[in-house]
Structure formats: C-alpha cells, structure tokens
C-alpha cells in the first residue's frame, strides 16, 4: 500500500504532463482490468454457475462472458480519448463510433439472451405437458423487437441526430401502412386474438364452419395451418377463423366419442343385439375403457328396432378407423349369430287390362 501511494501522484503528474502516454495508461489499465474480469468469469463464476439447479445460468453466463470484457476494453478507449481531449470534431466521432459499438455488441447480446431463456422455457413446457407455448414465443418476438427499436434510438441519439422528424414521419408512414395493409394488420391482430383466447392449440382436432376437418399443425401471426386426413394443408387468414365457428373435437377431453348406429328387424332379441354390440366395442383395442361403451335403443322404427353403439376413441385421430373397424365387425358378428338388419323393399304389382275385362 505505501509503494501505491508512494507512485500513484508521480503517475498522475506524469500523465497530466503527456496527455498520450495518459491514454495508453489509461487503455492499458482497462485491459488489464478486462483480462482479471475474463479471468474471475472464466475460472470462478463458471464454476459456480455449474454447481447450481438452474441449468439456464450456463447458458446466459456463456452469451454475456465476451461482450463484459469488450465492454471494459471499449469503456477503457472512450475513458482515454476523453482523457487526451483531440482537437473536434475527432472527440466526438471517435466516442460516438465506440459507443455505437457498445450499442450494437449489448443488443446482440440481449436477443441472444431472450432468445435462449424463450427456446428453454417452451421446451421445459412441452416437456411437462403445458399449454402456451405460442405465447411464450410471442412475448420472446416482441422483447427483441423492442430491444431492437431501443437499440436503434440509442444509436441516433449518440450521433446527435434528431428523432422527433423521425416520429412524426413515422406516424404518418404508420397511417399509410395502415391503411394499405388492412388485411394483414387484422390477420395479426387475429392471430394475437387467437393466442391469447387459445380457442385450440396445436395438435388439436377442428372442424371449420365450412366443413373443412385437420389437425392443427401451425399457429401463426398470419394464418393458421391444418392438415386434413387426406395429407392436405390448408391455410386459414387469423382474420377469417377468429369470425367463424370453430368445433374443437380435442378440448376439453383429448378424447372424441363415436356414435355407431345399426336398426336390426323387428322380433330380434334385444339382450342379444345389446350384447354383441357391446362386445364388438370392448374387443376393440382402439376403444377406450373409461368411459366404458353403451347401447341405446333408440327408437322404433319404420321397419326396423334402432340401436346406437356409443364409446370414446383415444383422439379425435382414431375416429375413421374405429367407425370403420366396428361397422366390419357388427356386420359380421350379426351374421353369424342370424341377427337381421333389415332393408328397403318395394313390392311393386302389375295390373292385366285383359283380367279386368
């Protein structure tokens, strides 16, 4: 300690006296501190950070290691220039250009960092079964996108350039692209809708308005995407499907229940009818067990007794497959157990003119 303050005033005076060999001592000074700060980031922290549960603190710690010491290095420079005071305007543009630096590196570094957090938080999500992830992506966007705005002002702003023209344009080009882009602005705004009210999710089964029937693969800001049972895509505008009706055969329950109805002839045994269609249910492996299937004779018909066969399919996925399984199955099991199902007929009776007479 008394060799510091014994040679820090002579190190002071003689800085004062050569304002350049001040700034280098100055950027040296930096250097070293950025080199001691890598160091303890390095050595220490990262041992730290690996012995904590928060797995995501690596991560970070990884994005944020060189921009911190870049950041001394760049502080160091504009500490110095400062320090030697050039003839204007190089004081200016010199501090201007390495603060722009600082700008552009913590930027970067910041999205990357929104990036990482919103990428391990969708997946701990979809690992654990949650809902939302669409959310989560879209508050990631709009924290970058206002990083970015911020960024960009902050750079007019050390280059002394005036924003308020720039404001004021901007209204008046946000106006105009209003107005031009209608559709598009309510389609995100839909889309947004959409996200928010969660009506479906991806992965579920809808059936549209028009009678369109998919899975829903993609939620988007513009449209939303489903693929239909025969492997086609379609694209609905956000605008469109958030003023139609939209049946979501996953929610609340992924299941989806099949409604199988058969008439048998009339003086069948309906103990027997019952049986076999519950029967045909509970062999079917793609049949749930909880709810368990039912019968409902339903009503007496014109020329037939009307049965409805009543059970749940895992997904709404299952659903053709299941109906076309049963219906094989009753049809053949009837069959061999002389069970009717009747028909239409027409007797149709042809009058001889030659009898009447």
Known sequence: MEVIHKWLPQV??????????GGIIIVVG?????WLVDLILDRVLTALVRKSKFHLDDAILAVLHRPIWLSIVLVGAITAIQWISPRPPYP???????????????????????????????????ASGRYGTEMIGLGGSIVRLVVLVG?????????????????ASAGIAGVAVALAAKETLSNFFGGITVLLDQPYRVGDYIILDSGERGEVVEIGLRSTR???RDDVQI????????NTKVTNESAPEPRFRVRIKVGVAYGSDVDQVEEILLSVARNNPQVSTKPEPRVRFRVFGDSSLNFELLCWAHRPHDKGRIIHQLNREIYKVFGL????????????YIHSQDAER
Not at 12 to 21: G, R
Not at 30 to 34: P, S, T, V
């Open 151 to 167: 960024g960009i002002f902050l750079f007019l702003s050390l280059w002394k350039i005036n924003i308020t023209p720039l404001l």
């Open 12 to 21: 002071w005076a003689f800085m004062n006296e050569s304002k350049v060999i």
């Open 337 to 348: 157990e002389g069970v009717v199902i009747p028909f239409p007929q027409r007797d149709v």
């Open 30 to 34: 930096f250097a070293i501190l950025a």
């Open 226 to 228: 489903i693929v239909t």
């Open 92 to 126: 200016f543009m010199l501090t201007a250009v390495l603060k722009s630096l600082l700008v552009l590196i913590w930027a970067f570094a910041i999205n990357r960092v929104v990036l990482r957090i919103v990428e391990d938080w969708i997946a701990h999500w979809r």
């Open 235 to 242: 694209s609905i505008p956000n605008s469109v499907i958030t």
